[in-house]
């Protein structure tokens, strides 16, 4: 299946605001943003926290606690953790109407950090939905190690793939080998407009279907696997 693929790759840029800075090889024709900027075009007080939510999550409710402010993104207490298996789906919407240019996520060095990310605009899927669905966007992540920095990694994206974004759906289809996958915080960067027109129509999924992620625990037979 045909799809943007990026690969996220070290870019040395370091200031106080921002330790870790890695741009997506995507072709872009707009230029990335500037490191040094900071907070800049963060979109934390856009999102619909509320309405946050992730799937095949160990603590309900835990999707909703990776959207902090930026002076909270260094805590590592709050986190969400796949359940049955490693595979984890966190649904952002915003209040309004988003160009996004990056996605910033701070995950946690081991086996437990996601290896693939499927981003999707404006669609909200299950699990076998995102396994099967064009993604608009695939990135492979950085894995932390115990000596990296514990900043966000910044991935950019080529915001004319991401013009008017009402909603996004990230699923992490796998993880460096652990049973399951930890994410520890999720930040976004980009224009905000008030919506003005009709509201998008969306795919909604009524709620998660449990066969999807049947809980099977000490046993690694009973893990579902991508695309089963």
């Known amino acids: 299946m045909p799809h943007d693929h990026v690969h996220g790759g070290a870019c040395g840029c370091e200031d106080d605001a921002q330790r870790v800075c890695v741009s997506a090889d995507n072709g872009s024709d707009e230029p990335s943003l500037d490191p040094n900027e900071g907070q800049k075009?963060?979109?934390?007080?856009?999102?619909?926290?509320?309405?946050?939510?992730?799937?095949?999550?160990?603590?309900?409710?835990?999707?909703k606690k990776l959207i902090r402010p930026w002076d909270r993104r260094l805590e590592e207490t709050e986190f969400c953790e796949s359940d049955?298996?490693?595979?984890?789906?966190?649904?952002?919407?915003?209040?309004?109407?988003v160009k996004l240019r990056s996605i910033l996520l701070k995950t946690e060095p081991g086996q437990a950090s996601p290896r693939t990310m499927r981003v999707f605009a404006n669609?909200?899927?299950?699990?076998?939905?995102?396994?099967?669905?064009k993604p608009t966007l695939e990135i492979e992540?950085?894995?932390?190690?115990?000596?990296?920095s514990r900043e966000p990694v910044e991935y950019a994206v080529r915001a004319a793939?991401?013009?008017?974004?009402r909603v996004l759906t990230l699923?992490?289809?796998?993880?460096?080998?652990?049973?399951?996958t930890r994410l520890h915080w999720l930040g976004f960067k980009g224009e905000f407009s008030e919506l003005r027109d009709a509201p998008i129509e969306f795919v909604y999924e009524a709620q998660a279907n449990p066969a999807d992620h049947a809980k099977v625990r000490g046993t690694e037979a009973g893990m579902s696997q991508p695309g089963v």
């Not at 049955?84 to 109407?97: K, M």
């Open 123 to 133: 669609q909200r899927l299950d699990f076998d939905d995102a396994e099967n669905a």
């Open 171 to 180: 699923y992490f289809p796998d993880n460096y080998g652990a049973n399951s």
């Open 141 to 148: 992540l950085v894995q932390p190690s115990d000596t990296s």
């Open 41 to 63: 075009d963060l979109l934390f007080g856009k999102i619909d926290i509320d309405n946050v939510e992730a799937l095949n999550e160990v603590s309900p409710g835990s999707g």
């Open 84 to 97: 049955a298996d490693e595979q984890l789906i966190v649904r952002i919407p915003f209040t309004g109407s």
């Open 161 to 165: 793939k991401f013009p008017a974004v």
